[in-house]
C-alpha cells in the first residue's frame, strides 16, 4: 500500500508556510492522540501518519528532498516509519504548544520570550550619619548601570532594520542531531537561542540593546532607619536585553559610628563621666539631643558607678510609627588623678571619718571576705 501524500495528510498545500504546518500538526495530532483514543488502532495509526508527515515537512531539508524526490527520498533512512529516531522532536513541539498554552500561553512566543532577557539586580551601599537616620531625608546618589539604548529603543537593531527568522533553526532557539538512536537537542549557535538574527546590530550598543551610563537617583530614607536595612527600587537595576525588563536596584543602608551616643534598636546610649564629689553630692548636667536642643541629667545623691538614668522619648523614632525611644544616660564615676598636697589631706581626712554607713556596699563585701578568711582558718586548724 503506497503512502499518502504528506501534504494531504496534513491537509495543507504544498506552499504553506512553518506556521500553517504546526498548526495543522497541532490539531491531528490532538485529535488522534493515543491518551484521547484509548484501544482505537486506526487512531493510533493516524496520529504515527501525522507525526512522520510533519516531521519530514518542518525540516527545510527534509522538506526539500520530499518535494523533490517523495517518499523515495527516506526509502533507506530509516526511523521515518512508525516512533523513528525524530519522534521525540515532533512530540516536544506539540507537547510544547499543547501545554504551554494551558500553563498561561508560553508555547508559541518563545522567540519573543528568548530574545529579551531580564537585567541583572544592582546593589547600592549608602552610608549615613546617625543624625540623618534620626531625621530621615532624600538622597541623591548616581548609579552607574546599563541603561536602555535610546537609538534602538533598547531592542539591539539599527533603526529602519529588524530581525529575520534564524537559518540555522529555523526560528526554533535549538536545533537537534540524529546519534544512533539518540536525538542530541542543543542551543542553536548562530542565533544563541532567540530563534531570529538581526539584520544590521545599533551602531551606537553593537547589538546589546543597552549601554553603559551613570543615573542620578533619589532614595527617600525613612525617619529612624536602622543599620543593614534594605531598600529596593523596583525596575532601577540594569536594563534588560533586547527590550527585556529592567532588573532592580537595592540600597543597602549603614549608619556611621557616633561619637557621642551607640544605638539599640529605637534607644540610645551615652556614657558620661562624672566626677567623685557630683556622684556623691549629686548634681545635674547636660547632654546633645539628636534632633537639636539639649537634655538635663538630673544626678541624685549617691550615685554609683554604672548606674543609668532613662530619659524617655528622647532616642530615635521608630520606623514607620510615631513613638519614639529613650536615652539612656549611663555614669561613670571618676577616680581623682594628680592631687594636689591639700586635696590628698583633704580625702585623708575623710578617709578617717568615713563608716560603713557612707559606704555601705563596700563595708557589706569586705565583712563577707573576713567571714570567709576565717572559715578557711577554722577548716586549716581542724585538719
Known sequence: MSKKDFYDVLGVAREADDKTLKSAYRKLAMKYHPDKNPGDDAAEASFKEVSEAYDTLKDAQKRAAYDRFGHAAFQNGGGQNGFGADFSSSMSDIFEDIF???????????????????????????????????????????????VSCDTCEGHGAKPGTGFSTCGTCQGHGKVRAAQGFFTIERTCPQCH???????????????????????????????????GTRIRLSSEGEAGMRGGPSGDLYIFVSIKPHDLFQRDGADLFCRVPISMTTAALGGEFEVPALGGGRAKVKVPQGTQAGQRVRLKGKGMPVLRSQQMGDLYIQMDVETPQNLSKRQRELLEEFDEITTKETNPTSAGFFKKIKGLFEGLSEHARKD
Open 100 to 146: 504551554g498554552d494551558f500553563m498561561g500561553g508560553q508555547g508559541g512566543g518563545r522567540r519573543e520570550r528568548s530574545s529579551a532577557m531580564r537585567g541583572s539586580d544592582l546593589r547600592y551601599n549608602l552610608e549615613i550619619s546617625l543624625e540623618e537616620a534620626f531625621e530621615g531625608q532624600t538622597v541623591d546618589i548616581d548609579v552607574p548601570s546599563m
Open 193 to 227: 537561542g532567540r530563534g531570529e538574527t538581526m539584520d544590521q546590530p545599533c551602531t551606537d550598543c553593537s547589538g546589546q540593546g543597552r549601554r553603559q551610563e551613570s543615573r542620578s537617583l533619589s532614595v527617600d530614607v525613612p525617619k529612624g532607619i536602622e543599620d
